[in-house]
């Protein structure tokens, strides 16, 4: 079973503050996923992150895929009230197995960003 | 907008009641997947369909029965539900699961409540 483990796992900072947040796995991912989710809606796909060592941009977003791809990062600068909610990794399996093309979640951040 | 639909928003049933979740997409995903989230968790996987077939039952008590008529509906019908079972059910579809990159679309879900 292919674990990712999310941390922190709550997270409450004052706007302005810069923030990250991790996922780590002793698995290889052939991708990885980051989603938002706000309450009261499904997760919503924020960035995908293919290759070792990738580093992907979205505004103030930073996505970084680690060398060896089994963790990554999610960087926000200058966090802003409407950057609140949910942020979930997904990880999806190498092929070779069962498990090929599933998508496994990380515990989840929950983050909130006071004005 | 969300281009994964799913009705009702709400839904209140007791133990003994038969109800159905109704989940429509337009975006030509052979994939639809069904989800259960609890408060403050991530989605937990139930069910997967790739063309119109179940491929994964991630050993879901049989009150939960899956279907998928066509490639556009994905239905979950509710059969002597417990009060344990309420939570956010959501579905999500993509590319087939086997697509490397493919991402999840989610719905909004349906937020489950059985008295």
């Known amino acids: 079973t292919q674990l990712l483990e999310q941390s922190p796992q709550f997270l409450s900072i004052q706007e302005g503050e810069n923030l990250t947040v991790y996922c780590n796995s002793s698995?290889?991912?052939?991708?990885l996923q980051w989603y938002r989710q706000e309450p009261g809606e499904g997760p919503v796909l924020l960035v995908t992150?293919?290759?070792?060592?990738e580093v992907k941009k979205l505004k103030r977003l930073t996505f970084q895929f680690g060398d060896a791809r089994k963790d990554s990062s999610l960087h926000i600068t200058a966090a802003q009230p409407g950057d609140t909610g949910l942020y979930l990794c997904?990880?999806?399996?190498?092929?070779?197995?069962?498990?090929?093309?599933?998508?496994?979640f990380g515990q989840g951040t929950i983050l909130t960003v006071h004005p | 907008d969300t281009e994964v639909t799913q009705t009702p928003k709400h839904l209140v049933m007791g133990m003994t009641n038969k109800k159905s979740l109704k989940c429509e997409q337009h975006?030509?995903?052979?994939?639809m997947y069904w989800y259960k989230q609890k408060a403050k968790k991530p989605p937990e996987l139930m069910f997967v369909?790739?063309?119109?077939?179940?491929?994964i039952n991630e050993s879901v008590p049989s009150r939960f029965s899956p279907e998928c008529p066509n490639s556009s509906l994905l239905n979950l019908h509710l059969h002597a539900l417990q009060p344990e079972d309420s939570a956010l059910y959501l579905c999500?579809?993509?590319?087939?699961?086997?697509?490397?990159?493919?991402?999840?679309?989610f719905g909004n879900g349906t937020r489950l409540t059985v008295t």
């Open positions: 992150v293919v290759t070792g060592g």
């Open positions: 975006m030509g995903h052979r994939a």
């Open positions: 997904a990880g999806r399996s190498r092929p070779g197995g069962t498990s090929y093309g599933k998508l496994t």
């Open positions: 999500a579809s993509s590319q087939p699961r086997m697509a490397r990159n493919s991402p999840l679309h």
């Open positions: 698995s290889v991912f052939s991708s």
């Open positions: 369909y790739s063309y119109e077939k179940l491929s």
